[in-house]
């Protein structure tokens, strides 16, 4: 996956709250805790509450621009490999034998806020639906 190119500030703030209103609506539907959710974003506890209060008012770095897009990828992947509602947004927390998971769930991966376990998810859910990595 590419970087990001340098966005202005207007630009950067706009893709910031689009993406954060919907990354913050999947997470809750895969049952994040509001901690975990922090730790995925890498934002502090009061930027993550006034964040979900105005989405706007967000300005997030290159980093967390990147999360959210890997956020959206994944969300992506699954909606393509399950129709049913209850496996695309239970997939993230079921325990998963993979040898990566090792019989955690993705999830609990991802909410330890290293961006390699994030890439690393992505990528395997990716695989799932064909993606060629």
Known sequence: MKALPALDIQDSRKLSA?????????????????????AI?????PAFYKYRKKPEDASLNQDQLERLSYLLNIH???????????????????????????GKSPLSLISTG????????????????GGLW
């Open 18 to 38: 689009t993406g954060l209103k919907v990354v913050l609506n999947i997470l809750e539907k895969w049952g994040c805790t509001a901690e975990q959710v922090q």
């Open 41 to 45: 974003l890498r934002i502090s506890r």
């Open 76 to 102: 992506g992947s699954l909606r393509i490999i399950f129709e049913n509602p209850d496996n695309v947004y239970g997939f993230m927390s079921m325990p998963n034998d993979n040898p990566f998971f090792n």
């Open 114 to 129: 290293s961006f390699a376990a994030l890439y690393e998810t992505f990528k395997r859910i990716d695989a799932l639906r």
